[in-house]
């Protein structure tokens, strides 16, 4: 954990200093996406200090060969790799003759920002050379969210004690390698380099999965902030890389600035024989609008998305920087545009874990987006796992031997195929299926767009029910059905009997899938006929569905009253998480596998997560029953722990710790807490911390097609507010220490329950309560 | 599974005819060793084909960078692999100016023959060349038993339907490398390479552990037999080789041959410095008893080593077969000489599994030993782990977090660091532990040697002891103590709760480690005050360990009258193997990891083992009861499975299906059951098969330091016998359809039981029963 390091600030990420121990966790933190593309904050001159290099296209990726010790039956071959791309910032840079590299010169003042408000990174600092030579520095880059191909990026050197001769070196380079390759092969290809006047591209492509990207730049040299027509002095083509010179003399105090248009036309959304001419037409639209437009642009596009999706914060700038870090990092993810994409871990940020799809979009980004998008955007992230199911189908026919349509959605990854190679994981850690399904029903309950069901979702749930229905066995001792050999959303305990969770969503699941078939069939009858005759769907086999969700056993403890974890939970030292010596921790990091396994300790909830998603199954008494029981072995090792403990926290009334939890999930990386940012940021859990407020602190609620609120706030905190999309009504929400404030957008009046208070909110009409 | 692959033989193993795809399966069936070095049966000449070529130093290996998918704190940097050593079998052959490549010309009359009685491997076959010329070759091959830094090869060529040019192209390669490299990394680095006259020698050095290696040769061409005093016409040294070219004329029907001595003097019985000069002295030495006279040693070595461990089988060809090939694998593998070596399980016939020590040793080989050879073999072997225990301890404590001296040996190993890194055999596979100490029991039990446990054994013990101390967990819910996160015997499941085997090793570990305290405290009480202040022994701890013991959980059902192979087993579907799709079998190389685990097939004896091991705790009533229980679901599909089932079936006196057990371990690589001897041979559980005979139909037993017998005969055979050295007497038993005879070759009668009736055996003097 480190508190110190980011400037607080309610609309910026700001460091202050050059700290080399810190380049590659701000790489991380000033990352810029627009959604297509997105890069770690490297910087644009050469580096020969540590650097973690990172440029990303959405969704192209690649197969890297599966690396294992001992290999399993089932493993998959392939794992699908987020692919390090070729990169288009880079612009190193010369003065009187020497590299300007910051690991090598003296610096002063220096100071990155990221201004989420309007959606750029910057970097300002003054260097003292080698050859003494002092120039100050101020870089500029965005990408753009309009031009969605496009990025800009400005580059302004000043020499201060003395004139200079100053050479900027743009460049593209496609001869870049993943960090994290299995064996050290390439992934891409060169398939063309091109250059004129001051434009390049070259066409490269993936190796196996056959993306085509045409990478492309233009270049501008400005003198006093004026465009200068300066051509590049040489342009030097490498095999899969071409850069220009570009040489000027600068008197001293007189600001010399290339400004570098950039990016990336893709195979995925033109001909791929027609790159560079699309990569043009994107080139000449950002020239005719220019740098300072395509800025103006940005700003309001950012302003779009904040007016929308912004929660504020008041009497509290960490908290408030943490929560916009939050949603700002979630929007240059994943906009919602594309049905091919979702939300991969770490977004445009890193590589670690590879694919860009795991349970988490299910289970915690869709309620952000649902809320704070249009309802297409939800809807788009429910059909691209309908667009896989035939391979989910393959996947738990092929792997582990199911028949008749019974599907298991991967843990990982990119296409549909799964990608992820650790038995624990792949093949048992199979509740990620329940996710799924309970998207599908919380899509419904949120949006009341029903008509997805009968289209698409019902042949999901179905390959889902059949997935339970077969992966529940019956056992003689408990006559009951138990689901033996698998890891709920504990991954601390691996390959155990009747995780609760589980056996719990399984149940679900199926029960849910026989009503909506009912319903379907009443009510949407041709895509009743339609979906039976493709899934060959009989009454017999519903029958053997029902006898399984009817008899599922679910462990628990007479003696303490609750749900039990799995089976062999209390055969376990329950010594707890307090008692535990502190330099033992984090866990996972100080202690073998088999040593985690046997320990009580949680990574986040499991059994609670099953609270979470069911809450209204449950009393508040049992509720606090489990918290009290389960919260204390719970260590939130994982990135999506704290904030479900959050929302608890608050829905119990213990304010003080759905606070810590609360900066704990908003500040994760911003803070660092486990010791990782460097790798990356941690995307999915960020919807996390947005729920934490709306759902946790707000106690916001949809039942029976309304919103229900319950308002809580911080002692911390002045006020906060944030807005709903419910059902293209946007209520504002404003909650002070005193009272809470309700607003809306629209036309139409519309019922909340704020603790279960109906009150009638109209347009434009304040409601206080 | 392939019975006809090996023609069946008293004493050696034939192949007739040459088969391209079972040339890598014969490198593995043919493989010659001498313990102290060993070679896959590769060609000398250059062959084009598939191959696997393999030749290996015994104690001579290299620590591998681990490969892992994910990798899980506590994972050993690196795994100590068998090391491919530098080839100094290499003859090519060219026959007027063609390659001789068996993998392009036509074979006529291919013959292989690995004459177990006499130790020598040997080929002979025709070939018609491309060229048209027709040559007989015959080649012999041994590994000195005598010398066994040497090895000895006679290659003779004679043209039959022309004369023939003949060139023989004998080299030392220095530049081989593993099969299984995980990095594709080199592991060799040649020093020197030298040449004089007719001898070379190259020195290499292994790198990391840095052991030096002088490879060698020594060439003789003879004509007609007779030495021929020809002198290379060319010497060609590469960067780590080097070839002699001989060039003989030879008419039509004169025999060519070349007498290739060689081998390797090592840095771990040399002066690292003097290793050429060393190499000198051996090929001085087997040049002065020349070819045949070493030959002459090896049929006497080897009448030595069959005059004491033979054990024939009369009436079943193949069984005689199995038992011999059984025997002198082991042998090969092992001599005892050397307590630094080791068991390795492929012993010198491939690299698979790496390490050279599992607990195969103590639980399947010491038996073996102990009965066949002088009883240092055995002590050998139990000082292998005595000089491991820092080691051992470390691990406990490094990796797993133990206190005070608890030592856990490894899974695997080559220098007593643990090499295996699957979390749940590396953390959880911790039953090996039980065997170590009950190989101790055993050795004692058998030899009568008391003064190892005093001298070594009490500290390796009391370091086990500790360990399963720790290991045991107290559950508040069960009020009794228990072992949570193993892996038993059986591999088929991993991290299950309360394994029946572990739980009772465990529990007998402490109880008799707390015994043998009292008893070295009692009779050798120098040694008792020395290890106690060494390690630091308290009444105190005693006393905790005794309430673990006394209080160890034991899962057991009421309704099956059995012992439970672990908490979980009884929600298993139990559907027997006999019920099982056979196209679904091997079940390890047809199911998904998970889908194996859940399911209630067994690998390999586990609850079974424990009755096994400690067959007189329990009445043969309950032993019936817990084999037709488990039998039934174990698939066997660990080489180490049939031989245990084979001796408990034979115990309940179900002769056929002992036999059968019998015939799957003796025959196991010679048949191929499993499908995978090209990989090499599975030597420890060789141990196995001996000891279905002499323990399964033998009924031998050790029971107050007195021979117990209760022999039966597979009604397939017409009488077997076997020897057993008993505390330096060695007893002859011949069994018939009809009666068993005794004999005694010694001095002093000896006291045997028989079926309980007690008789004495006398010396010189056949007693019938």
């Excluded at 700001?14 to 590659?24: C, M, Y």
């Excluded at 008509?451 to 003689?476: C, D, M, N």
């Excluded at 059905?481 to 601390?492: A, C, F, K, Q, S």
């Excluded at 009580?600 to 059994?607: R, S, V």
Aim: with cysteine; aromatic share 14%; hydrophobic share 35%.
């Amino acid at each position: 954990m480190n508190q110190d390091y980011i400037v607080p600030n309610n609309w910026s990420i700001i460091e202050e200093g050059f700290e080399i121990d810190k380049v590659k966790s701000s790489e991380s933190l000033f990352s810029i996406g627009n959604g297509a593309m997105g890069q770690r904050a490297n910087f644009e001159e050469q580096y020969s200090g540590n650097t973690f290099q990172g440029s990303y296209i959405a969704g192209v990726y690649y197969p890297d060969k599966t690396k294992v010790g001992w290999w399993k039956n089932g493993y998959p071959q392939y794992f699908a790799k987020v692919l390090n791309a070729p990169n288009w910032i880079g612009i190193n840079v010369v003065i009187n003759g020497e590299d300007l590299d910051l690991a090598t010169c003296e610096i002063k003042n220096f100071r990155r920002e990221l201004n989420m408000k309007e959606g750029w990174y910057s970097r300002t600092f003054n260097v003292i050379l080698k050859n003494k030579t002092e120039i100050k520095v101020k870089t500029l880059r965005f990408l753009s969210l309009d031009i969605d191909e496009l990025g800009a990026i400005k580059y302004e050197v000043t020499p201060i004690n003395s004139d200079a001769k100053i050479i900027f070196k743009p460049y593209l380079d496609a001869g870049i390698e993943n960090e994290d390759t299995n064996w050290e092969e390439k992934f891409w290809e060169t398939l063309d380099i091109e250059s004129e006047n001051n434009e390049a591209f070259i066409v490269a492509r993936t190796l196996k999965t056959k993306f085509s990207v045409a990478t492309f730049m233009k270049n501008n040299i400005l003198i006093d902030n004026i465009k200068a027509n300066i051509e590049p002095t040489n342009v030097k083509k490498g095999e899969s890389d071409i850069s220009f010179i570009y040489e000027i003399a600068a008197p001293k105090n007189q600001t010399v600035a290339i400004e570098k248009l950039g990016g990336y036309t893709v195979s995925t959304n033109h001909n791929e024989n027609e790159l560079i001419k699309a990569a043009k037409q994107v080139l000449e639209k950002g020239t005719t609008l220019g740098f300072n437009a395509l800025l103006e642009l940005q700003k309001e596009a950012w302003a779009k998305i904040w007016e929308m999706s912004d929660i504020t914060i008041d009497g509290d700038v960490k908290a408030q920087q943490g929560i916009r870090f939050n949603i700002f990092q979630l929007n240059q993810t994943y906009l919602g545009k594309d049905s091919r994409l979702n939300i991969g871990p770490k977004g445009f940020t890193g590589e670690k874990y590879g694919g860009s799809t795991y349970w988490d979009t299910e289970a915690y980004c869709i309620p952000f987006y649902m809320a704070t998008k249009d309802q297409t955007v939800a809807r788009n992230l429910l059909e691209y796992r309908y667009n896989q199911l035939d391979k989910a189908i393959e996947n738990a026919e092929k792997n582990l031997g199911f028949k008749n349509g019974a599907a298991l959605y991967p843990m990982v990854t990119m296409n549909g195929e799964e990608c992820h190679n650790e038995w624990e994981i792949t093949f048992e850690e199979i509740h990620r299926n329940g996710a799924i399904a309970f998207a599908i029903f919380n899509y419904y309950r949120f949006t009341g767009d029903y008509s997805y069901i009968p289209e698409k979702g019902l042949e999901v749930l179905i390959g889902i029910a059949r997935f339970w229905h077969q992966r529940a066995t019956f056992s003689t001792q408990k006559n009951q059905y138990v689901i033996l050999g698998v890891t709920g959303p504990n991954e601390y305990e691996n390959n155990v009997n009747n995780n609760w969770y589980t056996n719990y969503i399984a149940k679900w699941c199926i029960d849910y899938t026989y009503e909506q078939i009912e319903k379907v069939n009443s009510d949407y009858n041709s895509d009743y006929n339609r979906i039976v005759n493709k899934v060959n769907l009989t009454k017999t086999e519903l029958d053997s569905w029902k006898q399984v969700a009817n008899n599922m056993y679910f462990p628990y403890s007479e003696e303490h009253n609750v749900f039990l974890q799995q089976d062999g939970f209390l055969d376990k030292e329950l010594v707890k998480v307090a008692d535990l010596d502190k330099t033992q921790r984090p866990i996972n990091q100080k202690w073998s596998w088999d040593r985690i396994l046997r320990s009580p300790y949680i990574k986040q909830a499991d059994t609670l997560q099953g609270f979470y998603f069911f809450e209204d199954h449950f009393t508040k008494e049992q509720l606090e029953k489990h918290f009290d029981f389960y919260e204390p072995f719970t260590v939130h090792e994982s990135s999506l722990s704290p904030c479900v403990h959050s929302i608890q926290a608050a829905v119990l009334g213990r304010m003080e710790q759905a606070y810590t939890f609360y900066l704990r999930t908003s500040r994760l990386d911003l803070d660092d807490y486990n010791k990782e940012v460097h790798e990356g940021l941690h995307i999915t859990s960020m919807a996390g911390t947005w729920m934490s407020i709306v759902e946790g602190f707000g106690g916001m609620r949809i039942k029976n097609n309304t919103l229900h609120f319950e308002p809580r706030i911080p002692s911390q905190w002045k006020a906060y507010s944030f807005k709903i999309n419910f059902r293209n009504q946007i209520i504002k929400v404003e909650v002070t220490q005193h009272e809470t404030q309700f607003s809306l957008e629209g036309k139409t009046p519309i019922k909340v329950f704020v603790f279960d208070k109906e009150i009638l909110v109209e347009p434009n009409n304040l409601v206080k309560i």
